[in-house]
């Protein structure tokens, strides 16, 4: 697992506190990611495999 915070260019440090990446292998039994209440809102971009099953993909 790799993980790191980096903090934005000046020009967006008054509206992004930290960018933060993480990267890992997923792997049954344990696929989720647990994110704990920061207080702070969040924008997560995920560039890899769908993590959700197929039946959960919908809106309906």
Known sequence: MRYEERRPDVKLQPFV?????LERT???PDSREIIWPDGCHEMIFHFGLCPFP???QTLN
């Open 17 to 21: 506190k930290w960018f933060w990446y």
């Open 26 to 28: 997923y792997a049954e």
């Open 54 to 56: 197929k039946k959960s």
